[in-house]
């Protein structure tokens, strides 16, 4: 027995081991160490592998990752060829350290030890086949056999948008001329019609119809157009006359001349209106100064059939039976815009609520079309062929969606969605042309006029608060109501 003192070690090993059984291996492949335990004797065997001897084990843990199916995130696809590059076989490399020889694999092709290389698809989930089959399973759902860790958003739903007018009254001696403007909506909730030679107004919070004026048998109202206050409306007649009324008191406050033939169509801004003829002029007129109007807008080739304000009252957009769309300015009596684009009358002019110097325009029976415009640099933003003669646009307030009337040859009422310019609804009902549209104050109902004699109210839009859609109230069921 050698009685020479062993100098302490500092390492803690387990019954039936010594330093000597440790050695250290060196891999020439990868060029990388690894410790090896070497068992010298039976006993220590039996003592390493028997579960139940808790003193013989190590300090050490090492797990078992047999059980933990990390092959199911496919790492690494077995058998693809080896690329070269340094970071990309230390990357190899590195995840063999990590996650054990279960994610790479030697081959002794030429001699030489490589790692695959990973799969395309790493970090991403696939599916488990070895476990039981779940009725929500890829394969059930019909998705295949890779679940996407992303789920889809469903479409949001169209919204819903009554087919059926709610409320529907009789409107006599209503005239099927595309160049009239004969119905127009205050924002004090009063609806006016031109009706032969006379003027209505009808108010909506309960139903009473008042006659405005009666201009004689010499004359018929062309067009009607109500101030932005609700408070004054502008008649413009057949002789070339505009007339503004009081709606309350139901009195002639001014007479203007100034045209030579029939006024079809009005357009306030803040403080003066604008009126076209078939002269081919627009007139302007300012109810504080005592002559007839104060300026003349000379452009159009033919009858001016289309007049409306910007919503900052900087810009007047006029369309004419010449298939011209003119923009102008407070500045000039010269248009700073001339659009040519429409093939047939431009009578449909909307300004956009949501976005300044959004015009948008529709043409007639031979164009079809609705354009949209960037009136700051005169280019066309977009177009969409309707198939029908387009009589009139409005732009919701509410929403950033138009609305269209139609009239040869099917007669019906379109919503669009902007800028998208998808579908919403198409609404039928009006045996003749739609010729004539407004809007309620709140931007959830318009009115449409035919030379059918009848005034439809339709729901077309949210309120601006709420934004859901409207339900239909079922009052069209009532039967036709007469306006006189």
């Known amino acids: 027995m050698d009685s020479t003192p062993r100098r302490k070690s500092g390492l803690n090993l387990p019954s039936g081991m010594n330093e000597t059984s440790l050695r250290l291996e060196t891999f020439s492949s990868s060029s990388s160490f690894r410790a090896v335990t070497c068992v010298s004797s039976p006993r220590a065997i039996s003592s390493l592998s028997s579960p139940s001897k808790t003193s013989s084990c190590s300090d050490r843990f090492i797990p078992c990752r047999s059980s933990s199916r990390l092959h199911t995130f496919g790492l690494i696809e077995k058998g693809s060829p080896v690329k070269e590059g340094g970071d990309e076989a230390y990357a190899r490399l590195l995840k063999s350290e990590l996650f ?64 059926k007018p709610h409320k529907v009254l009789d409107a006599p001696s ?14 004090q909730n009063v609806l006016a019609v031109g009706l032969g030679t006379c003027v209505y107004l009808w108010t909506a919070s309960n139903n009473k119809v008042t006659r405005l004026c009666d201009l004689g048998h010499n004359d018929s109202v062309c067009s009607v157009q109500w101030t932005r206050e609700g408070s004054y409306i502008s008649v413009g007649t057949n002789e070339g006359q505009v007339q ?25 801004n803040s403080r003066t209106l604008a009126s076209g003829s078939r002269d081919r002029h627009i007139l302007q007129h300012d109810l504080r100064i005592s002559s007839d109007y104060v300026s003349k807008l000379v452009g159009h080739k033919s009858e001016v059939c289309g007049l409306k304000w910007s919503h900052d009252d900087r810009e ?26 429409h093939t047939a009358a431009v009578k449909a002019i909307a300004w956009s ?18 354009r949209f415009w960037n009136t700051t640099n005169g280019h066309q933003l977009n177009h969409v062929d309707t198939g029908s003669q387009v009589c009139n646009l409005a732009w919701s307030k509410n929403v950033n969606e138009l609305v269209s009337t139609h009239g040869y040859s099917q007669n019906q009422i379109m919503v669009w969605k902007y800028p998208s310019l998808s579908k919403v609804a198409t609404l039928v009902g009006h045996s003749l ?24 109210f339709w729901n077309v839009f949210p309120s601006m608060k709420t934004q859901t859609p409207v339900k239909d109230t079922g009052l069209w069921s009532l039967g036709r109501t007469q306006i006189r």
Not at 174 to 187: G, I
Not at 354 to 361: I, N, P
Request: aromatic share 6%.
């Open 100 to 163: 054990g020889s279960d994610f790479g694999s030697y081959s002794s092709a030429g001699g030489q030890g490589g790692l695959s290389s990973p799969n395309k698809n790493m970090l991403r989930f696939k599916t488990d086949h070895s476990g039981p089959n779940s009725p929500y399973s890829p394969s059930i759902l019909g998705n295949g056999s890779r679940v996407s860790i992303e789920s889809s958003t469903p479409p949001k739903p169209p919204r819903k948008v009554p087919k």
């Open 174 to 187: 209503l005239q099927d001329d595309f160049y009239l403007n004969l119905v127009d909506w205050s924002s």
């Open 244 to 268: 503004v009324w009081d709606g309350t008191q139901c009195k002639r406050v001014r007479t203007m001349g100034g045209h030579q033939t029939r006024t079809g169509v009005l357009a306030w």
């Open 316 to 341: 007047l957009a006029s369309g004419g039976n010449d298939n011209q769309l003119l923009v102008w300015n407070q500045h000039s009596q010269l248009p700073i815009l001339k659009l040519t684009e």
């Open 353 to 370: 609520p949501h976005q300044s110097g959004l015009l948008v325009s529709g043409g007639g029976t031979a164009d079809r079309c609705i």
């Open 433 to 456: 042309r739609v010729l004539y549209l407004a809007m309620s104050p709140d931007g959830q109902t318009i009115v449409t006029g035919a030379g059918d004699e009848t005034l439809r």
